[in-house]
Structures are given as C-alpha cells and as structure tokens.
C-alpha cells in the first residue's frame, strides 16, 4: 500500500512539475475557482476543468465528477 501512494505522488508531482513549467515558458495563466488569473493552478482544478470523471452516457448532461 505504502509503495502505491508513493507511486501516486510520484505521478502526481511530475504532472503539477510539468504543468507549471509548461505554463511559465509559454507565458500563460489558468483561471482559478475565482475566476483570476493564476500562473500556480492546482491539477484538480486542470482535472475539473477539463471534466476528466465524466461517466459514459452522461457527457450531453455536463455532468463531471
């Protein structure tokens, strides 16, 4: 168990790495739950944004978890 969540960081900190790095060389910002500007996002934000979760048959809804 100890090795899966280890696993999990991992990919989830060379993700937030990659994001941010990506967003600084292009010289871009991502719009916050406040709806300002922000060069430092957050994955869940990117993630809920983008409706990752959406389950088959529910995409015509907008329905995203």
């Known amino acids: 168990m100890m090795m899966l969540m280890a696993l999990y960081l991992l990919v989830y900190n060379l993700g ?26 957050n994955l869940r934000w990117i993630f809920q944004s983008q409706c ?8 015509a809804t907008g329905v995203c978890f």
Not at 52 to 59: F, K, T
């Open 52 to 59: 990752v979760g959406r389950l088959p048959g529910l995409e």
């Open 16 to 41: 937030y790495r990659q994001l941010r790095s990506s967003l600084k060389t292009e010289k871009s910002t991502v719009k916050n739950q406040l709806n300002k500007p922000t060069e430092s996002p």
